[in-house]
């Protein structure tokens, strides 16, 4: 019989890209999609690749507890134990901390933080009876943190401290919990999410000039990182490679610039990095 796995987030990026290789391999995948246009897109790419007996497009709001137990009834009416869950979804709200929205504050940490744990909830119980793996997506953010992505970073960094309560918390169940740290992938979430803050700063009438040189210079930074970021298909393929391991470690991290920038983050004096990213972002 196929393992099964839910994997959140699939409208785009590595959610999607991990669905469709896990389909290909074997798997059967229940895929959350945000959208009604998103569940027919990727039903329509599943059936082009003759995967639609394997992959079924989820329309849920993970912010939302009836979606949520929406999604743990159509799961569970499939299967009464499931392989593994793919916690992937995640938003970003960039601003400077002194202009941030505090309801932007709370809905970052409702998408990256409470609604990982809402879902975690939900499918525990087919998690525990097939002594299934949870992995959750942090980022090379959730251990290292810059400016203007105070809120992201701060959610990533909880994320992490939750995956190691929940590490040990469900050990004895023989359910395994695995953090995945990726760097920049070239997707446009960063471009997009900067342009939604700054739209939410001009409807309030907030000005951000204060901050313009931080704003031009991180705005760089994710025009090259969408332009030199790694491919969305090797953490599909660390994802692939995490399940099929016995003994998983805690944490991965890809590419291998992103495990190079945590360690210098972690053994380097704080005011030798600060000046190191001032001096970098021209701040």
């Known amino acids: 019989m196929s393992k099964t796995i839910v994997i959140t987030g699939c409208s785009s990026g590595f959610g999607r890209v991990t ?14 999609v945000r959208s009604e246009a998103d569940q027919a897109s990727l039903l329509v790419e599943a059936m082009a690749q003759g995967l639609h007996e394997r992959l079924t497009p989820v329309l849920c709001d993970i912010t939302d507890e009836a979606h949520v137990q929406g999604l743990a009834r159509t799961v569970s009416e499939a299967t009464s134990r499931l392989d593994a869950l793919l ?62 992505l105070g809120p992201y970073h701060a959610s990533k960094f909880a994320l992490e401290a939750m995956s190691d309560s929940m590490r040990v918390e469900l050990a004895p169940f023989g359910v395994r ?31 951000a000039s204060a901050y313009q040189l931080l704003i031009d210079s991180v705005r760089r930074g994710f025009v090259s990182l969408a332009k030199n970021g790694f491919p969305p298909q090797k953490f599909a393929d660390l994802v692939l490679k ?28 704080d005011e030798m990095w600060d000046r190191i990213v001032r001096q970098v972002l021209k701040w």
Do not use: C
């Open 242 to 269: 995490i399940l099929n391991t016995p003994h998983p470690r805690a944490r991965y991290a890809l590419p291998l610039r992103a495990r190079l920038t945590m360690a210098a983050r972690r053994f380097m004096p």
């Open 19 to 32: 669905a469709l290789h896990l389909a290909r391999n074997g798997w059967r995948v229940f895929a959350t």
């Open 177 to 207: 919990v695995v953090v995945v740290e990726p760097g920049s992938s070239p997707t446009a979430i960063w471009e997009t999410s900067l342009q939604r803050a700054l739209r939410g700063l001009a409807r309030r009438g907030v000005d």
């Open 87 to 148: 916690n992937n979804a995640g938003t970003a709200y960039p601003a400077p901390v002194e202009l941030l929205s505090l309801d932007d504050l709370r809905a970052q940490f409702e998408v990256n933080v409470v609604a990982q744990v809402a879902v975690t909830q939900a499918l525990l119980p087919l998690l525990k009876a097939a002594r299934g793996m949870i992995i959750n997506v942090s980022s090379q953010g959730g251990r290292v943190a810059f400016p203007l």
